[in-house]
């Protein structure tokens, strides 16, 4: 139960920036691709999390592993692909996320933070009811 409601503080999380990114491109009239890419993965990934927390809920151990995986994929995606892909020094990324500087670099680093413990509380409860 707690990997789930985890997931779902993951999900506000992520709802929060893609929802902020969206607003800051309707207000500046700036769809670049950045913004567009963080809307977009935003939603896929909300999206994605509620599935495998339902999943969770039901006591459902592919859920509960399936979880693990997308919150753990989510976390080095954040951490290690991103600065890989858009060419950012890992430094700023790190700054950025945990920074506390914006209100998108909150929202995507709380994620992050909720994302990584959702992994750890539901890889620990996959291998204890498996």
Not at 12 to 38: E, G, P, T
Not at 41 to 61: K, N
Not at 117 to 124: D, G, Y
């Amino acid at each position: 139960m707690i990997a789930g409601i985890l997931a779902l503080v993951a999900t506000a999380m992520l709802v929060w920036f893609a929802l902020n990114d969206a607003l800051y491109a309707i207000r500046h009239d700036d769809w670049s691709s950045l913004v567009l890419q963080n809307v977009i993965a935003g939603v896929i990934g909300a999206g994605a999390l509620v599935v495998a927390a339902a999943f969770t809920f039901a006591r459902r151990i592919p859920g509960v592993w399936t979880l693990c995986g997308l919150c753990g994929l989510y976390v080095v995606a954040n951490l290690v692909l991103a600065p890989l892909l858009h060419g950012t020094p890992f430094g700023a990324q790190f700054a950025f996320l945990f920074g506390f500087d914006k209100v998108n670099g909150i929202a995507a680093g709380l994620a992050t933070m909720f994302c990584a413990l959702t992994a750890i509380v539901a890889a620990v409860a996959g291998s204890v009811k498996s």
